[in-house]
Nanobody
Framework: QVQLGESGGGLVQPGGSLRLSCAAS????????MAWYRQAPGKQRELVAD???????NYADSVKGRFTISRDNAKNTVYLQMNSLKPEDTAVYTC????????????????WGQGTQVTVSS
């Protein structure tokens, strides 16, 4: 009983910026890794960035220097700041969380958001 609620997607011109947010709620004790993935039509889903609970980060080569992932552990929320956006960044962006639930603290479970559309176009 964990839900990930995403927000912040939309239409932006090349060179513009967007900030995505994803808040986890429900039966949560702790969240380990959180991440953002994206998938464009006809293409494979790819990892954009991830962040551990200790805030160690990892980025896809295509977004390094332009995107920043961050998190607020107290709010169970992960963010993706996207700057200098390019048309090739157009995709559905989906957040991911590795969750330890209060009712089953011996296992971690994977949860996915519903996805939010990011379109970069003139």
């Amino acid at each position: 009983q964990v839900q990930l609620g995403e927000s912040g997607g939309g239409l932006v011109q090349p060179g513009g910026s967007l900030r995505l947010s994803c808040a986890a709620s429900g039966n949560i004790f702790s969240i380990n890794t959180m991440a953002w993935y994206r998938q464009a039509p006809g293409k494979q889903r790819e990892l954009v960035a991830d962040i551990t609970r200790g805030r160690s980060t990892n980025y896809a080569d295509s977004v390094k220097g332009r995107f920043t992932i961050s998190r607020d552990n107290a709010k169970n929320t992960v963010y993706l700041q996207m700057n200098s956006l390019k048309p090739e960044d157009t995709a559905v962006y989906t957040c991911y969380a590795e969750v330890i639930r209060r009712t089953d603290m011996t296992n971690m479970r994977d949860y996915w958001g519903q996805g939010t559309q990011v379109t970069v176009s003139s």
